[in-house]
């Protein structure tokens, strides 16, 4: 069973749909009694980062997510701007993010003949073996919408880069926690395939 984190930002019923497609059975929650009894969890998320964070407070999730994520250790899984939550801080903002991983996030500056947001699939190139990725269709490709995107201060919590204008960290790896700026519940069999290993984590 994987928690869905309900916070009011995300696109839930396509993530438990997708879910549901590959067998996965899924609960879309903002009930802290039920977190705190989650084995594996997704945070997903569209939209502004202060707002997000603003939203995780309001309903008093922060600190469940932190017991469940840094001490019991569970896998959790963020979803493009729920990774972007697993940094320190955004340039989009103000607020600190959770800060589970040692990043900042910042807002696209590419060649004005490229388009902000970044929109549509792209490819992705592994940095590094994780069960994320494991078997993976060869040359996989997701689907991205977003502006803003995850600067990493450690390379070894890079999973995956992505080329748009420049080289960026499109999902990352540091123990149980996962992110992925892409969205896997769009990205056909690719995100069908990451979505089954991350199950099975």
């Not at 972007?84 to 589970?100: R, Y």
């Not at 947001?117 to 592994?126: C, D, K, R, V």
């Not at 996989?140 to 990493?152: E, L, M």
Request: hydrophobic letters at 40%; glycine letters at 8%; aromatic letters at 10%.
């Amino acid at each position: 069973m994987i928690t869905i984190i309900n916070y009011g930002m995300g696109n839930l019923g396509s993530i438990q749909n997708i879910l549901k497609k590959i067998g996965v059975d899924s609960v879309i929650t903002s009930d802290v009694d039920k977190i705190n009894n989650a084995s594996k969890i997704i945070l997903p998320g569209v939209g502004s980062f202060d707002r997000a964070m603003e939203n995780l407070k309001d309903l008093e999730l922060i600190d469940s997510l932190n017991e469940k994520v840094l001490n019991e250790k569970i896998p959790v899984l963020g979803i493009c701007l729920g990774m972007q939550l697993l940094a320190k801080d955004s340039t989009e903002g103000v607020l600190p993010g959770l800060g589970w991983i040692d990043a900042n996030v910042k807002k696209f500056d590419v060649d004005k003949a490229l388009k902000v947001p970044h929109m549509g699939w792209n490819y992705t190139i592994q940095q590094k073996e994780s069960s994320l990725f494991f078997d993976m269709y060869t040359t996989p490709r997701f689907y991205h919408v977003h502006s803003y995107y995850f600067v990493c201060n450690n390379d070894e919590d890079i999973l995956t880069t992505t080329n748009y204008g420049a080289e960026f960290t499109s999902s990352v790896n540091k123990g149980n926690i996962y992110g992925v700026q892409f969205h896997p519940e769009k990205s056909h069999k690719f995100g069908m395939k990451l979505l089954e290993n991350f199950a099975k984590i």
